[in-house]
Nanobody
Framework: QVQLVESGGGLVQPGGSLRLSCAAS????????MGWYRQAPGKERELVAF???????YYADSVKGRFTISRDSAKNTTYLQMDSLKPEDTAVYYC???????????????WGQGTQVTVSS
């Protein structure tokens, strides 16, 4: 089994910063990529940022220049540094990882339980 455990959410004022962490554990042979999605009330879940095993990154247009995704491969952990936060960033943030559990097995997508980020004065 694979588990993703997120931390770092909370309440922050507009313009503030938060850092989310997501650690993967369990039967992990390799991690193809890790990323963050978010879902605001009444809206669909959307991709925020993703980092591949080769270090290449993707950001949604709405967070470019404000959010930074990084990864510590030795710890199977990804981080999302969120700066200049806006009220519209308020959402539940979910960690996602594409993981191969055993050699020659196909990669599967795994999800964390979600962490609430609220940006409000």
């Amino acid at each position: 089994q694979v588990q993703l455990v997120e931390s770092g959410g909370g309440l922050v004022q507009p313009g503030g910063s938060l850092r989310l962490s997501c650690a993967a554990s369990g039967n992990i042979f390799s991690i193809n990529g890790m990323g963050w999605y978010r879902q605001a009330p009444g809206k669909e879940r959307e991709l925020v940022a993703f980092i591949s095993s080769d270090g290449s990154t993707y950001y949604a247009d709405s967070v470019k220049g404000r959010f930074t995704i990084s990864r510590d491969s030795a710890k199977n952990t990804t981080y999302l540094q969120m700066d200049s936060l806006k009220p519209e960033d308020t959402a539940v943030y979910y960690c996602n990882a594409v993981i191969v559990t055993y050699p020659y097995y196909p990669a599967r997508s795994y999800w964390g339980q979600g962490t609430q980020v609220t940006v409000s004065s």
